[in-house]
């Protein structure tokens, strides 16, 4: 089949579970997800591995995309009134979560150090997407909606310090390296560190042209062209687009006259790009890993789950958050893939000893957790009472004779 009628099916198929799950009141991240698993290896194999891998790119300007929204959420002023709250309650939540994975791998079900100890830095990683579209969707505002982005933008930070810790420290019980700890930290920091700082750089040069910007069109394309710039930037020099974009975001945020414009520009851009993005995620999803998942794989997907809700809330009770964040923030939190895929992959590429058994828990995980965590995040939102309701046109009642 034409790689082009393929792109089409990809769509019109992401549309019509998009239908579906708003008659079934799901998010439409999961119709995309389902529509997408339909015509995927697993079922109708319309899509396969191949042409998965072909359209890569999309989901990388995707990432980009909502990495680049989501830092809209660091305006200056506001992460010096509760930014240090935010980091305590990424930092409770992704410890937790560290520890429950591995303490379940390791102490209940009897593996090596080794696989628990890189298990657990993996399944800190939450993956932005899901979550943020479900927020985009419904249009969610409140003290929960803007706690959950600033939590999931840093905990890929944490999570990349936390796996390059775990990864040194795997190599030198096994004598896999000469390297010392220190030397081996120097990378995770350099990502991380050099992510942001480039971020910053891009933004800036983002901010100086829009500024000269005359129309809302030309600024729609300098915004969308140094997005991907940034994500592009971020392959070559081996830095985080995800941190890179984001940092982007917040550039812009803080700089730029009126940021609104340059947000709401590249939203005309993006929805057909998600609608791609999420569908072809889900024709991404084998059903043949949740086989070899086994007792495993159930305990990563569970002591994964407990460890993001109970962390988040024992965090933002710490920070005294309302209640709506205490009871509600994990479970905006469960969506995983990308970064724990990736991470996975490098894994299973320099050790490969337990590489494949941790790659299949990893993606097995996702599989659950791309499916369940946009009904997750939904319920969240919806609990905390930030779905605005629909205005209902109110007929008055005639007055009563005198």
Known sequence: MDILIKISVVLLVGILGGRLAKLLKLPNVTGYLIGG????????????????????????????????????????KDLVKVGKKIFIVTFFQAFLTIIAVFSTSYFLLNQSFQLSILLGAIAAATAPA????????????????????????????????????????????????????????????????GSLIVGVIIGAILVFLANKA????????????????GAGLANTLHLSPILLCMSIGATI?????????????LNYFTPPVYLFFFTLAGAGLHLTVLSKLGYIGLGYVLARAAGKIIGSAIGAKVVDYPDVIVKY??????????????????VKQQ?????????????????????????????????AGEIPSSKKTVIPKPAKSV
């Open 37 to 76: 698993l339909l015509i995927g290896p697993s079922f109708l194999k319309v899509i396969n591995d191949g042409d998965i891998s072909n359209f890569s790119i999309v989901s990388e300007v995707a990432l980009a995309a909502i990495a680049f929204s989501i830092g809209s959420e660091f305006y200056y």
């Open 130 to 193: 899901a979550t943020t579209m479900v927020i985009k969707q419904y249009n969610a505002n409140g003290p929960l909606t803007k706690t959950i982005l600033p939590v999931v933008a840093i905990d890929d930070a944490i999570c990349v310090m936390s796996f390059g810790i775990a990864m040194a420290v795997v190599k030198i019980t096994t004598g896999s390296t000469n390297a010392s700890l220190l030397q081996m930290l120097i990378h995770p920091v350099a990502e991380i560190f």
């Open 214 to 229: 005359k129309k809302q069109d030309e600024l729609q394309t300098i915004v969308i062209a140094l997005v991907i710039a």
């Open 253 to 265: 945020t803080n700089l730029m006259q009126n940021p609104r414009r340059a947000f709401e520009g």
């Open 329 to 346: 923030l994990g479970l905006g939190l469960l969506p995983q893939a990308g970064v724990a895929i990736g991470l996975a992959i490098v």
């Open 351 to 383: 050790l490969p000893d337990i590489g494949g058994t941790l790659s299949t828990i990893v993606l097995g995980g996702v599989f659950v957790y791309e499916l369940i965590g946009p009904v997750a995040a939904k319920i969240a939102i919806e609990r």
